[in-house]
Structures are given as structure tokens and as C-alpha cells.
């Protein structure tokens, strides 16, 4: 078992940043890969970002390519996410994820384990 808590969410206004972190805990003496995804109000969730258990492969969504950064820090056993130019349409609860094994996949199904959320707000 791998729990997952999210936290840095909050309320920025259009074009600030954020940092989200994804601190995991349980069973982490094994190699998994991580991903962030999000639900907006009133909309089915959607993939965001993913990472490998090196840290060396990523994929992002093309909604956030070039202003989110997906990162880890296996040391910490911790996942973050780099948000920059935020719009008010990144407004979700932001949700990581994990499942074992080194490749980072993009669909939720295939993930394991998730964490409870965190809100991200983005005024206009």
C-alpha cells in the first residue's frame, strides 16, 4: 500500500504559479511511477502530467505542456508539480497518483493508488 497527500494548492491570480507536492508514504522501498491529474466542477478528470520512477521520462498534456513541470525527489519520496502562467481553466482539484513500476503511463485506470486532492483556484 502507497498513500499519497497533496498539498500547495490555493488561490493565484491568471499568469502567478504554484507548486504542488505529493508526499508518499507506505510501501515506497519499491520503484513506482507517479502522475498528477485533475477534475474541474462539473467535468470528468483528466491527465495532467507523469513521471517515471527515474525521474527521466515525463508526459505532459498538451493543455499544460510548457508552463506545468513535473518533478521527483526519491529521496523525499515526494512528487511535485511546477505550475507557471496559470489561466483561470487550470482551476480543479488536483489529484496525484501512483502505480508500481518504472514507466509513467497517462491513463487514469491504470494507476493505483491516489491521493485525496488539492484545490487550485485561478482567478481571472
Known amino acids: 500500500q502507497v498513500q499519497l497527500v497533496e498539498s500547495g494548492g490555493g488561490l493565484v491570480q491568471a499568469g502567478g504559479s504554484l507548486r504542488l507536492s505529493c508526499a508518499a508514504s507506505?510501501?515506497?522501498?519499491?520503484?513506482?511511477?507517479m502522475g498528477w491529474f485533475r477534475q474541474a466542477p462539473g467535468k470528468e478528470r483528466e491527465f495532467v502530467a507523469a513521471?517515471?520512477?527515474?525521474?527521466?521520462?515525463?508526459y505532459y498534456a498538451d493543455s499544460v505542456k510548457g508552463r506545468f513541470t513535473v518533478s521527483r525527489d526519491n529521496a523525499k519520496n515526494t512528487m511535485y508539480l511546477q505550475m507557471n502562467s496559470l489561466k483561470p481553466e487550470d482551476t480543479a482539484v488536483y489529484y496525484c497518483?501512483?502505480?508500481?513500476?518504472?514507466?509513467?503511463?497517462?491513463?487514469?485506470?491504470?494507476?493505483?493508488?491516489w491521493g485525496q486532492g488539492t484545490q487550485v483556484t485561478v482567478s481571472s
Open positions: 513521471i517515471g520512477w527515474s525521474g527521466g521520462t515525463t
Open positions: 497518483s501512483a502505480k508500481y513500476g518504472r514507466v509513467p503511463v497517462t491513463r487514469g485506470y491504470e494507476y493505483d493508488y
Open positions: 507506505g510501501r515506497t522501498s519499491t520503484t513506482y511511477s
